[in-house]
C-alpha cells in the first residue's frame, strides 16, 4: 500500500481511517502569529486545540487533511504538537491560500513550483515534515492573476511530484470551473485534484460538471453559515450526487479551526461538542436515515480521501 506523508511522518495508507477533506488545527490569518505573539494566549490555544483534536478522535475520526497554507499562518510544529498529543493523522499542505504574498506576483511559475516540490519532498520550513497535499484558493470574483500564478505552480508540482491538489473555491460563481480549465490547460492529472468547498453550491448540474472532467469534491464547511447552504441543503446535495452515481468521488468535512485563544480573552466554552464531529453525528445518521447505505458513508469517509492521497485504486 501507498504512503501518505502526515506531519508526525508517512503512514500506511490503510492507517488513515475516518478521514475529514478540509480541516485547519490552527489558523491565524497571514503572519499574525508570527509577527505578534504576544496576542496570543499560546497555552489555552493548544490546551483547546489538543481537546477537540481528542474529543474528534473519540468520536472516531482518525484522520484530517489540515489546508492551512503559510498566508493563513501556518505553524507544523504546533500541529505536530497537537496530533502527538491526540493521536489524530494530520495531513499538512504546502500551497497558498488567497493572500498570494507579493513576491510570487512575478516569480516564475517553475519557480513557484520548486517551491512547492520543496515542501513535498524534503519538508517545510527547516523540518523535515513534508506536506502531503497542495492547497490553492480562488474566491469571489473568481481566478485573479496572481492566483492563477498559483494554480499553475501547484499542477506543475502536482506533476512532478503525484502530490494531490485540494483547491478552495467559490462555489456561487462557479469558480470551479475556471480551476478544472487552467489545470487541464498545465496538463495536470485530474484524477489527483479535489475541488474544495463544492457543498457551498446547491447546483447538482454544476457540480456534476466537475466531476465529469475527472477531479474529486470535498463536500465540506457543514454545517453552513449565514448566507450559504445549511447542512440540510449540503446532504440535500450529497444525496442527489450519490443517487446520480458519484459517491466514489466525494469527501465530507467541516472546515473547522479550533479557535485561536487571544491573550486576555475567555476560554472557548469546553461544553459544546467539537465542530469536527458535525459531519459524523448530525450529518451522517440524517443521510443513513434517507436511505444512503453505511458503505457508501464509508466509502465518502474512508476510500476516497484514501485514494485521494495515495493514489491507489
Ligand atoms: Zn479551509
Known sequence: MATVQTVLGPIDGSELGVTLSHEHVLVSMGNDAKAYPWRFDWEATRANAIRELKE?????????????TPDLGRDVRFIADVARESGVHVVVATGIWRDVPRSFWTRDLDEIADIFVREIEVGIEDTKIRAGAIKVA?????????????????????????CPISTHHWAPEEVGRRQVEIFQEEGAPMDRICIGHSADSTDVGYLEELLEAGVWLSMDRYPGSAGRPNWEQRNATVKALIDRGWAHRLMLGHDYAPAAVLAGQPQPPTNQPTRYLFVSTVAVPALLAQGVPQETIDLMLRDVPRRFLTGEE
Not at 474528534?56 to 492551512?68: C, E, F, N, P, Y
Not at 492563477?148 to 503525484?162: D, F, N, S
Open 56 to 68: 474528534a478522535k473519540a468520536g472516531g475520526v482518525d484522520s484530517l487533511i489540515d489546508l492551512t
Open 138 to 162: 480562488n474566491d469571489m470574483g473568481g481566478v485573479s492573476p496572481e492566483g492563477e500564478r498559483i494554480l499553475r505552480g501547484a499542477a506543475r508540482a502536482l506533476k512532478r511530484t503525484g
